[in-house]
């Protein structure tokens, strides 16, 4: 069964550096998205991206955060300049639609900054 | 703005029993779609079911229902017959409106006692 793919499975940085999330969609998917759980909290919504380019983003996504489709399999979310309220689980979903169908989920990028 | 409420932090139930969790939404859209996710120790998030706000039968995976009652904004998941393995983070969420995004709710715990 086809299914989204992350890594790594964790990440510990030290605050101020850069790292990248990646993230294999489902080969045949068109929409790509971001989520971030703040331990103990709900999932909340990052980043949608079609196209090549971002189609919707929160609050959250602020200049810090950028996304990329660097080759045809790879979707990968940067976090510049790391903050200790970083820290969280970000899911990396892809969907083959944006509205009428469930979004796959990865299993999760566990990121730490220290 | 869409907003999902899951009032029940934590459930718990006997193996073998029925146990339903609650989730109330708000949104001024027509056409949307309702989730409920599972979200195991491992942290990854597994659609358990889903409900188009258009239909109105309520959906039924196997040991898995749903109470969809569009007029109160209700969308409450019913697990009959609950194993161990149903132990998780269960989490409703709503999508809709032109939205790409998942609008999650706080999430409820779900223990099985054997």
């Known amino acids: 069964e086809p299914e989204v793919t992350q890594t790594p499975s964790h990440q510990v940085t030290q605050m101020g550096q850069e790292v990248i999330l990646r993230c294999v969609p489902i080969?045949?998917?068109?929409?790509f998205y971001w989520y971030r759980q703040i331990l103990g909290q709900k999932v909340e919504f990052l980043v949608s991206?079609?196209?090549?380019?971002?189609?919707?983003k929160s609050e959250i996504f602020d200049d810090q955060f950028s996304v990329e489709r660097p080759d045809g399999s790879n979707f990968t979310l940067k976090i510049r300049s790391t903050k200790l309220e970083d820290s969280a689980m970000y899911f990396c979903a892809s969907s083959p639609a944006p509205f009428n169908t469930e979004a796959f989920f990865g299993q999760g990028t566990r990121l730490t900054v220290v | 703005a869409q907003t999902v409420t899951q009032s029940q932090p934590e459930m718990s139930v006997q193996e073998a029993e029925t146990v339903t969790l609650s989730c109330t939404y708000d949104?001024?859209?027509?056409?949307?779609?309702l989730f409920w996710y599972k979200q195991p120790p491992s942290r990854q998030m597994i659609l358990v079911i889903r409900q188009e706000a258009y239909k109105q039968q309520n959906a039924t995976e196997n040991r898995f229902s749903v109470n969809f009652q569009k007029a109160a904004k209700s969308f409450s998941l019913k697990i009959s017959d609950s194993q161990l393995g149903d132990a998780a983070m269960y989490f409703c969420?709503?999508?809709?409106?032109?939205?790409?995004?998942?609008?999650f709710g706080q999430g409820t715990r779900l223990t099985i006692n054997p």
């Open positions: 991206f079609y196209n090549n380019e971002i189609s919707e």
């Open positions: 969420a709503q999508l809709g409106g032109g939205a790409q995004k998942l609008v």
């Open positions: 080969s045949n998917h068109l929409y």
């Open positions: 949104t001024s859209e027509s056409d949307y779609y």
